[in-house]
Nanobody, 125 residues
Framework: QEQLVQSGGGLVQSGESLRLSCAAS????????IGWLRQAPGKEREGISC??????????YYEDSVKGRFTISRDDVKNTVYLQMNSLKPEDTAVYYC????????????????WGKGTLVTVSS
């Protein structure tokens, strides 16, 4: 069974850090782009970061609100993608999802074909 298994969410205070992990099971991430999306209470889901596969030359994408604070990385040997979140703010509170881009190049959010179940990140002020 192909699935993405997420871990690393939790409750932190403003200014602290968390690292989210997204591990693929039953398939390899090598050719996929991997995105992180989040959905805050009462808001639509938004894509915040994406990393293309190693065969592409694109730089990771960051949405403006997380740029400079979040870092996406991938370890294809471990079949895992990470989202390091620093200087967290209360407005980062959301359920975070990872998802795979079968085209590998992070050109859009609509075609994501594997989804993690989501992990809750709560940032208190």
């Amino acid at each position: 069974q192909e699935q993405l298994v997420q871990s690393g969410g939790g409750l932190v205070q403003s200014g602290e850090s968390l690292r989210l992990s997204c591990a693929a099971s039953g398939f390899t991430l090598e050719h996929y782009g991997i995105g992180w999306l989040r959905q805050a209470p009462g808001k639509e889901r938004e894509g915040i970061s994406c990393i293309s596969n190693s065969y592409s030359n694109g730089s990771p994408y960051y949405e403006d609100s997380v740029k400079g604070r979040f870092t996406i990385s991938r370890d294809d040997v471990k079949n895992t993608v990470y989202l390091q979140m620093n200087s967290l703010k209360p407005e980062d509170t959301a359920v975070y999802y990872c998802a795979t881009d079968p085209y590998g190049t992070c050109q859009g959010w609509d075609g994501m074909d594997h989804w993690g179940k989501g992990t809750l990140v709560t940032v208190s002020s």
